[in-house]
T-cell receptor
């Protein structure tokens, strides 16, 4: 069974800092990996998707990397802003012992607070 | 295209009552998913449709839960005889099977509180 772990569970940084959020998964046979942002009481906003054949994806100040063989991904946020404060969730598709190419398995998220 | 739409956004009910949530996916998306999220946890998979066919149901989906997608467009998730443990955020997502990345897009969720 695929399991996704996110470290740290919570992170507080001053505005302007660069930061890294970590995600690990137990079964490396994944199809893709998505990073999401979730504001309190809201739904999920997709930030970046990395296909299993890719090493990284970039969008603005965000860069996500994937090392499939080691079962790890990182989300790098440059020049953090108070508006980046949210919970960041990592999810992988597939990897359940050769199972589905449609189902996402999520980590518990990292709660990020960027202080002005 | 307005994205994935869910209704209602919030529902407060008494234990034992039935509730129904509706999800309207992105129009060209043929895959639709329901997830449940409790406080401090990541979303957990409940069920999945490809067009109108329900192809997988999680063990989390007890007999009191039923989901439909009658015409391969919108979907409903009904919970019968609600229990306090059903209190959670119910999230709907959609994606396109075929050309494209397979990226999932989520709605704003329907928050259920069972008193």
């Amino acid at each position: 069974k695929q399991e996704v772990t996110q470290i740290p569970a919570a992170l507080s940084v001053p505005e302007g800092e660069n930061l890294v959020l970590n995600c690990s998964f137990t079964d490396s046979a994944i199809y893709n990996l998505q990073w999401f942002r979730q504001d309190p009481g809201k739904g999920l906003t997709s930030l970046l998707l990395i296909q299993s054949s890719q090493r990284e994806q970039t969008s603005g100040r965000l860069n996500a990397s994937l090392d499939k063989s080691s079962g790890r991904s990182t989300l790098y946020i440059a020049a953090s802003q108070p508006g980046d404060s949210a919970t960041y969730l990592c999810a992988v598709k597939g990897g359940n012992s050769g199972g589905s190419n449609y189902k996402l398995t999520f980590g518990k998220g990292t709660l990020l607070t960027v202080n002005p | 295209d307005t994205g994935v739409s869910q209704d209602p956004r919030h529902k407060i009910t008494k234990r034992g009552q039935n509730v129904t949530f509706r999800c309207d996916p992105i129009s060209e998306h043929n895959r639709l998913y329901w997830y449940r999220q409790t406080l401090g946890q990541g979303p957990e998979f409940l069920t999945y449709f490809q067009n109108e066919a329900q192809l997988e149901k999680s063990r989390l989906l007890s007999d009191r839960f039923s989901a439909e997608r009658p015409k391969g467009s919108f979907s409903t998730l009904e919970i019968q005889r609600t229990e306090q443990g059903d209190s959670a955020m119910y999230l709907c997502a959609s994606s396109f099977r075929g050309k494209g990345t397979g990226e999932l897009f989520f709605g704003e969720g329907s928050r259920l509180t069972v008193l």
